[in-house]
T-cell receptor, first 116, second 110 residues
Framework: GAVVSQHPSWVICKSGTSVKIECRSL??????MFWYRQFPKQSLMLMAT?????????EQGVEKDKFLINHASLTLSTLTVTSAHPEDSSFYIC????????????FGPGTRLTVT | QKEVEQNSGPLSVPEGAIASLNCTYS??????FFWYRQYSGKSPELIMF????GDKEDGRFTAQLNKASQYVSLLIRDSQPSDSATYLC??????????FGTGTRLQVTL
């Protein structure tokens, strides 16, 4: 149980284009999903917290107009990287929290984004 | 001061030995503590969590928490080559957000 999927697993796009990444909780309802970014040899950095049906809460330094997050249902959150640049190339990982279990997060497999 | 600190390693232990991974945190209000294992190119997977002072054992893994010292550790007994990975310590506070350390790379040698 508690499986989280991400799609796509990797994507290459050209500078200036937009990319959408999907995060789904497959066998549970996730009232809250989190989006992280990880650069090589660095730890995970929280980008934003996404609550179903409401606006995402972004961490300091993360541009909300560049990283659009939509959490339309209890099983799906999407991250859209708009006008991507090479410095946005990173490993993007989502996680989902079980409703009623406040401290445990289950991670998706991650999406490797390369912007050329 | 970083919120969650770990020695980056690599920590090298021979197969069958005990690996000891350490983590300190700065927020005294931290409530939950997690150890994740991350293989290269993969996302983290939860190994253990601990909420209360003391030890918690699960198979070959033991988590130890000392809130007074703001210290949490992970012991891996009978280390196997498959345990070679980066181990991430993560902490949550009242906001329930996970704050990760930079991770310790463990190498189990044959």
């Amino acid at each position: 149980g508690a499986v989280v999927s991400q799609h796509p697993s990797w994507v290459i796009c050209k500078s200036g284009t937009s990319v959408k990444i999907e995060c789904r909780s497959l066998d549970f309802q996730a009232t809250t999903m989190f989006w992280y970014r990880q650069f090589p040899k660095q730890s995970l950095m929280l980008m934003a917290t996404s609550n179903e049906g409401s606006k995402a809460t972004y961490e300091q330094g993360v541009e909300k107009d560049k990283f659009l997050i939509n959490h339309a249902s209890l099983t799906l959150s999407t991250l859209t990287v708009t006008s991507a640049h090479p410095e946005d190339s990173s490993f993007y990982i989502c996680s989902a929290r079980l409703a009623g279990v406040p401290y445990e997060q289950y991670f998706g497999p991650g999406t490797r984004l390369t912007v050329t | 001061q970083k919120e969650v600190e770990q020695n980056s390693g690599p920590l090298s232990v021979p197969e069958g030995a005990i690996a000891s991974l350490n983590c300190t945190y700065s927020d005294r209000g931290s409530q939950s503590f997690f150890w994740y294992r991350q293989y290269s190119g993969k996302s983290p997977e939860l190994i253990m969590f601990i909420y209360s002072n003391g030890d918690k054992e699960d198979g070959r893994f033991t988590a130890q928490l000392n809130k007074a010292s703001q210290y949490v550790s992970l012991l891996i007994r009978d280390s196997q080559p498959s345990d070679s990975a980066t181990y991430l310590c993560a902490v949550t506070g009242t906001a329930s957000k996970l704050t990760f350390g930079t991770g310790t790379r463990l190498q189990v040698t044959l």
